[in-house]
């Protein structure tokens, strides 16, 4: 048995406690504790003989134990001081109020501490930061350059380097998957090379080259894992037969001609490539991809309409009751003067309990469209809107719904284009990069406390001399994707509040455990005016489009990552009259106003975007961290060098090896399919 696949509670000489934290972090056996990664390293190499330590020196100093004793200075600070020998000098050794110094250390004892050389009372001292009792072993926290790892649940720096160099003790097997010819083109480490410099770096250059090795692992596996899918994808699966004549375009280019705006560039162009899918011959796999209000609704709607020429359903999934009500709506708009059936199949609202859904063109729906008991008469195109949303499962069981469906994923999370090209390589990509015309950006202001009752009258005059709506979103009490009852408790409490300082203009209430009755009937009452400020939780990040609301106010905004404050702006301004955003914050943190004033100085979506991913990491912007989407723990999703380079690496592959002739590759690959969307 391979020694890494030892569970965690094999850690010699480690406390019950010990075991429970790193189980707590996600480690439970000897592979998981070498892959938690260091965030920084310290070089403490620098070792002198004592006889020629100077002041300021930052450096580690090795001797045995002469002398202890405990002093206590005039501001009641005890003061530790232990003097150590090499065999020819001596030399003082000074910490505060570390009492237990004094009896961990033993007269006779070899040690090794790293401080920095200050005077203590005219006399030369090492202040010390770090140190170890050397018992027949070289230093592991001092005399080399070393690595500092996140420190979570209450798990030192120490005591996880202290585990990981006892895992290396043992001398594991660290196969290497990658073939000899990428390894070599590359110029990167061996797998056991990467391994024992990211932790334990001979140099900070091999440092350096070690987390290039992992970080390279990483970004090749998932996309490799994506292009085999990709590969397997059209080329063992039949698709659709879809012809897009000219009858089919006359009928296109009316339905275009018909709407009441004329198509952008964009969405010109991504129509084009959707169609061109469509007509392959192979099943289309497309990811839309654009900004808030950049028009993604109206080219999955084109698409479905090229479906509906061909005699073939569409499906369209929506993660909320909410949103597949909105794109409901919009969608009758659409074809108001074409004889499409459109359906809306939700939790409250359905066409039908069991059986085939017949006589329907579009069905329009949330997790309904999962139900069993239900199934589809000729399913050609499956869209999944706001696809980061759903588990792979969902996903799954939705393309079971036709035999091999066209699928079209989309979403208004801008992401940066390096990380799509990670996060989405089983994908093709049509990218909405251009807003409508005439679509003015929403003015966005931090507004400082002291400023909140001025903002209250601002909005007062905006509704009474305007006819403007609003929406006030309310705190996120609990980091979540799911409403909680203590979110529900914190709008309420809002809205009570807010009856009274807008009285008389009517306020309304929406939250994510209301009925979907309920829910519909505040929305109806906002649309038509009745409601002039809907207080809500975050449930309105997506899906309610009223023209007329044209005011957003986000409380405790740093609550929010950019990419959502981004959705709850994408609320308002979505007409012709400008729209604005008011975010408040009582934090002091000067990184965190940073932040919101950076959100309040871009409509850009994209910028914002890259912004977020420096800031939190891919797992938390795009809901990847509790799907197991991506596990990129070194590689930057924003490093577009080290992408390329990796995807030429996995194209490489992809079209020269046969993965079952790289069993430890293989089994990598496999691994990261089963969580891929697009696995079938």
Known sequence: MNILSNPIENLKNTSPRTISLFKKIGIKTFQDLIEYFPYKYRDFSKIKPLSQVNFGDEITLIGRVEEKKQEVSKRGLTIQLVRISDGKDSFWLLWFNQKYILYSLKKGDKISAFGKVKPYFMQKMLFVEEYEVLKNNKPIHTGRIVPFYPEKKGLSSKVIREKIHYVFSLKPELPEFLPEEIIRFNQLLSQKEAYENIHFPKSLDLAKKAKERIAFNELFLLQLSSKLIRKNWERSLAAPKVVVDRKVREELKNLVNSLPFKLTNAQNRALYEIISDLTSGKPMNRFLH???????????????????????????????EILANQHYQTFLEIFKDKPVKIGLQTGSKKIIKEGKIKNYDIIIGTHALLNEKISFDNVGLVIIDEQQRFGVLQRLMLRQKGKTPHFLTTTATPIPRTAALVLYGELSISLLDEMPKGKKPVKTYLVPPEKRASAYNWIKEKIEKEGYQVFIVCPLIEESDKETMKNVKAATAEYEKLKEVFKPIPVGLLHGKMPAKKKQEVIQAFKSGEIKILVSTPVIEVGI????????VIETAERYGLSQLHQLRGRVGRGQVQGYCLIFSETNKKETLDRLRFFASTSDGFKLSEYDLKLRGPGEIFGTRQHG???VKVASLLDYKLIEKTNKAAEYFAANKKLSEYPELEKKVQRIQEKIVSID
């Open 545 to 552: 489009d009223v023209k007329t609301a044209n005011i957003i």
């Open 290 to 320: 654009g900004d808030v209000g950049a028009g993604k609704t109206v080219v999955a709607a084109l698409a479905s309409f090229v479906l509906f020429l061909n005699g073939y359903q569409t499906l369209f999934m929506a993660p909320t």
């Open 629 to 631: 989407f991506v596990n």
